[in-house]
């Protein structure tokens, strides 16, 4: 089947580097987007890779490598208010999009 | 506010009871999409809607029936629930067709439903 896995949760500090992964099992391939969602919030786009390689937006980057079927948010100088899940998600086989069950981005003072 | 605004915002309901979700998007997006985001689960599509269209129902149980009048409102109505049904319900809007996604949805943020 087709599926997304991503850690449930990462716990850094203020101020550090924190990476989360994601990787992907489909049979087709769309692109990988990244989303944030706040407690009570909605998710909002963070970011998207259709091709391999590194996107730079501000603090957040992201990284795919349809390859290894592998991809990664990287967020830079850690801000409290960075604490929120982030969700992976991709379109393959099918059209169907597909969701990771998020990772929980804990950052300690 | 993202652009997409749901209503209302936490809902609880009996089993019999019958209620309805509504969503709104001032982006002149042409898609819109239902999701159900329980804990620990990853956010599980629902319906999709293209240009007023519905294009995809992801094998939903017909207890939730989706409304779209037009591209900019979209209801899901609600009746003879599950405890199991309880969760948050997303709304999402893109531009594109849900060809284009999942990149650049907008969400709003949900209608937190109790079915007890």
């Known amino acids: 089947g087709q599926s997304l896995e991503q850690p449930s949760e990462v716990t850094a500090v203020e101020g550090a580097i924190v990476q989360i992964n994601c990787t992907y099992q489909?049979?087709?391939?769309?692109?990988l987007s990244w989303y944030q969602q706040h407690d009570g919030g909605a998710p909002t786009f963070l970011s998207y890779?259709?091709?391999?390689g590194l996107e730079e937006t501000g603090r957040f980057s992201s990284f795919l490598s349809r390859s290894d079927s592998y991809g990664y948010l990287l967020l830079q100088e850690l801000q409290m208010k960075d604490s929120a899940s982030y969700f992976c998600?991709?379109?393959?086989?099918?059209?169907?999009?597909?969701f990771g069950k998020g990772t929980r981005l804990h950052i300690l003072p | 506010e993202t652009g997409v605004t749901q209503t209302p915002r936490h809902l609880v309901m009996g089993m019999t009871n019958k209620k309805s979700l509504k969503c709104e998007q001032h982006?002149?997006?042409?898609?819109m999409y239902w999701y159900k985001q329980s804990a620990k689960k990853p956010l599980e599509l629902m319906f999709v809607?293209?240009?007023?269209?519905?294009?995809e129902n992801n094998s939903v149980p017909s207890r939730f029936s989706p409304e779209c009048p037009n591209s900019s409102h979209l209801f899901l109505h609600l009746h003879t629930l599950q405890p199991e049904d309880s969760a948050l319900y997303l709304c999402?809007?893109?531009?594109?067709?849900?060809?284009?996604?999942?990149?650049?949805?907008?969400f709003g943020s949900g209608t937190r439903l109790t079915v007890v």
């Open positions: 998600a991709v379109r393959g086989r099918d059209d169907k999009i597909i």
């Open positions: 489909t049979s087709g391939f769309y692109g």
């Open positions: 809607y293209n240009f007023k269209e519905q294009t």
């Open positions: 999402a809007s893109s531009q594109a067709g849900p060809q284009q996604a999942p990149r650049g949805y907008t």
């Open positions: 982006l002149g997006h042409n898609a």
């Open positions: 890779n259709a091709l391999d």
